[in-house]
């Protein structure tokens, strides 16, 4: 199992004010036959619940979304930590019209943690897995509840008990060959023997829960490309602020290369052929060449010469 998919039924609907209470996560055993660890999960969902809080301006204690897709349903008004019987109780807001009509109708029977595991160990009492969970999102979802469960509804002021809403039948599996289809509650089914050749109905895939885990494995790959994005997003802006710097290191690199070299690498850099006491005629004619020159070309030219023609040490 790679997402987290504990599934909580759901405790009460109140529908004046659109708020469905229920247990986010409890240290009991899932049906993978893992174990949240309550008191090392904990601060993650304190943690998870303070970043929204902080993020909606005081407006919302964590997202609340529908069957861990990209709908978003509501946001939790209400987060509670029941130490003593080790689980997270919450009450989430539903906004959508369209979730909230499959709350009333019993749609949703109740709500699953999404996010991902921090870590996992054996569970020396009971042989199970146990783990930390880091939530994302806390989602409302219609996971097969048990038979006769019911939920709590309170309109003005009057709570009620409602059942959750029946799975669909699946006829071709429930029907033998040759019966009608319009058996009112699948009478016919409950009255027709089961052929020996057809496998029992429990034996059957459950549409509802591979259709539960095709949405948690959605919503996790969304939840990593929303990541990766992010992850772009801070490197395109740290990008951009090396921008300035990078300019102003080329036009430095650039101001460098127009200055004019120092006088020493030029003189240097002359071939001898441009010195004009390289022709032939010895060094009485340089001298008085030289002492021809005015002052400023006769120290330039003897410069030059000096470099020209450097005088190796005697020691």
């Not at 929204?52 to 407006?59: D, E, R, T, V, W």
């Not at 959508?96 to 569970?123: I, M």
């Not at 790959?221 to 801070?234: D, F, G, I, S, T």
């Not at 690199?253 to 030029?266: D, H, S, Y």
Request: net charge negative; proline share 8%.
């Amino acid at each position: 199992m790679s997402t987290l998919d504990l599934f909580m039924p759901l405790a009460k609907v109140d529908l004046d004010q659109r708020i469905v209470q229920g247990v986010a996560t409890a240290e009991v055993p899932d049906r993978v036959g893992e174990i949240c660890d309550y008191v090392s999960t904990k601060p993650y969902f304190e943690a998870w619940s303070a970043e929204a809080l902080a993020a909606s301006g005081g407006k919302s204690l964590g997202a609340v979304r529908a069957m861990h897709g990209r709908v978003a349903a509501g946001k939790l008004t209400g987060i509670s930590f029941d130490d003593e019987g080790k689980r997270i109780l919450v009450a989430a807001k539903i906004i959508d019209d369209e979730e909230w009509r499959k709350v009333t109708e019993g749609v949703y029977t109740g709500f699953s943690q999404g996010g991902r595991y921090v870590k996992r160990w054996p569970d020396p009492v009971s042989g199970l897995t146990r783990y930390t969970a880091e939530p994302s999102e806390i989602s409302l979802v219609d996971l097969p509840c048990v038979p006769g469960a019911t939920f709590e509804v309170i309109k003005d002021g009057i709570v009620e008990k409602r059942a959750f809403a029946a799975r669909a039948a699946e006829p071709s599996a429930a029907l033998p060959p040759g019966e009608p289809l319009d058996e009112p509650d699948g009478a016919a089914a409950k009255a027709a023997p089961a052929s020996a050749e057809t496998p029992p109905a429990a034996e059957a895939p459950s549409p509802s829960d591979a259709l539960a885990k095709a949405a948690s494995a959605l919503a996790q790959a969304a939840h990593k490309l929303e990541r990766a994005a992010a992850e772009n997003e801070a490197l395109r802006k740290t990008l951009a602020a090396l921008a300035p710097d990078v300019e102003t290191l080329r036009r430095r690199v650039g101001a460098l290369e127009a200055q004019p070299l120092p006088a020493r690498a030029a003189l240097r850099a002359l071939p001898k052929s441009a010195d004009s006491f390289s022709e032939p005629g010895g060094v009485d004619e340089a001298i008085k060449r030289l002492a021809a020159l005015p002052a400023q070309e006769r120290a330039l030219a003897l410069t030059k010469l000096s470099l020209a023609n450097p005088v190796q040490p005697r020691f």
